[in-house]
């Protein structure tokens, strides 16, 4: 590797603000390394000694008032962590494998590989929650944010040890619970307790608001009818394959005093609720004027509506899936594929609105800090 090329990747490690500057200086005393009898491999050492001491939530450096640094990266890691649980816990909510009559192997296989990876990608987003604590612990530099670095990193890797070693103490999973918990309470803390900060006022286009919102309609409307289809038609055949759906009914109103008028009322509600809101939100974003809707925000609550309305759809479906059960005996033992589908979607879209919310986005304070000055003393200083 070159030496221009080694200082344009430790320059990549600074604050964005600061890598331009300390990059056009460690070119020039690499350029001068010759001529003042210095390797230029001292140039690159000293680099990169710079950029592991840097205090990198210096108003200097970030061009923002000092806090926001590490607020940020634990707003984000708490935002991981909270995706990572979802998708975990809803990975062992799941009800149970697609077995209805017409699942295809294909079918049953694919979602099987869904929630693999979605437990592989729950794992990932959890390593990398205890990463963004930990530099956010690492940029603040206090003594309740050491502690968090800690919990941060021993809390889930005691918990995965916990998990992938069946004979594990049992005491090794509830440390490992007790650590994680205290790190992201810690890292909330270190979120909220920094400079406050404001919203800056800004008009957003209705443009993407409304693009948005009517892709979330769409989605929401398809969720509602295959929701509803699922609890009607689908999940009584998965149930008893091998009957057709008339004779299924006729059993549960025989045999359990099943009353299909209320199933259908509780489907109706709940579609035309979540169906409401979707519909809102589209009025609201198609409003002319300055909005606090802007597309990260319109695609945050479409994405919770929809978890919202799958999170109920099990409520609206409850009293035909006990008749099912008392009935034919499944208790949960078989779903259609689209019930495992709409799960699917239902963890997902809660994940992805975690990680949404970790990523707001804010100014300073009402002072805008000092710029950098123009000379920064890096690698030269280290050097010399």
Known sequence: MSIDAALRLIARTLPAPARARYLEEWRADAAAASVAGIREGTVVRGALSLALTLDRDSPLHTLEPRGTVPRRLARRGIARFSAAAILLLGTLASSGAPGGAGDSPVAVTAVAIAFFLMVLVGALSAVSGALL???????????????????????????????????????????????????????????????????EERETPRAPRILISTLGLVAMLAVLALGATDILLWGPQAASPAMDIGTIYA????????????TFVAVWIWAAFWGALAIALLVFGALPGPSWLDARRTTTLTLLLISGALLFWN?????????????????????????????????????????????ASGVGSGHAPRRAPAVYGGARAVAG
């Open 315 to 359: 409520l609206a479906g409850f009293g035909i899936g006990m008749s099912l059960g008392d009935t034919f005996e499944t208790f949960g033992g078989q779903v259609s594929f689209a019930s495992s589908v709409l799960h699917l979607v239902g963890v997902l879209a809660l994940a992805a609105a975690a990680l949404l919310l970790g990523r």
């Open 251 to 262: 059993r549960m109103v025989t045999d359990d005093g099943f009353n299909p008028a209320l």
């Open 133 to 199: 604590l930990s530099g956010a612990a690492w940029v603040s530099r206090t003594p309740l944010a050491r502690i968090t670095l800690a919990a941060a990193v021993i809390g889930p890797v005691c918990v995965a040890l916990a998990l992938l070693h069946g004979n594990a103490h049992p005491g090794v999973l509830w440390a490992g619970v007790l650590l994680t918990g205290f790190g992201l309470i810690s890292g909330l803390c270190i979120a909220l307790s920094s400079v406050p900060l404001r919203r």
